[in-house]
């Protein structure tokens, strides 16, 4: 796979993954569009790395603690002046590739891609936010455009330049099951305790206090979380304890335990 004559639109996929064999060829299928694929690899020992030589990716593998160095080292090894960054757990449809390729021949530097989330095989439109999964993201962008900061997770980004919204969404498979959603939800509270820990910042038990209902209102009524059942009351519950957990494993040093 090779860039394409018009080098200022040519097109780099960057996916970052870590043990994803059972998700990967799916995600990569769906990439055949762009110039160039690469695949980051971090500390993975599954077929990850076969399933990517299949599909003719740029392959880097290395181990990294934080998320932001990891993704800045994938976009340092993407080739194309442009840049589709995008998890294994994402599907590009053809109607968004389409408009990717239209997109990048205009002036502006990024774009907001919009996502329509799925947990199992449902589309859940309502109640996203905070930790949970967003609504649309800045992965489609200029080399240069984008930088990942520090961070186990969530770590900022800087972006620069011009931008607009797409119209056609991201597939986005979150989670399989509850089950998932929880697993998830403990990881990330882990990794945000590591963070927290790492700033020297104290515990703050009684402000996350007040957030779990902040955030569960935010997800439940402002994010109108309650049009999606059962699931809407998950999103809530898991958003509003995720701070809360995050600064309990802070005060108890129980992620430090897991590393």
Sequence with gaps: MGLTADKSTALSALVVARNEEIQLAACLERLRFADEIVVVLDRTDDRSAEIARGFKAKI?????????????????????????????DERATPALAAEIRAAIRGPEDYFLVPL???????????????????AAKPILFRKGAKQWGEGRVHPRIALTGTHCALNHPMEHYVDRDLSDMIARLNRYTDLAALDARDAGRRPEIGHALRRCFSRGWKSYVARQGYREGAWGVSLATFSALYSLLTELKLATGASEKKR
């Design 60 to 88: 880097v593998e290395g181990a990294w603690e934080r998320e932001g160095p990891r993704r800045n080292a994938g976009i340092a090894a993407c080739r194309g002046p442009w840049i589709l960054e995008i998890d294994s």
């Design 116 to 134: 329509a989330n799925h947990i199992g095989g449902k589309l859940v439109r309502h109640g996203w936010g905070a930790y949970n999964g967003v």
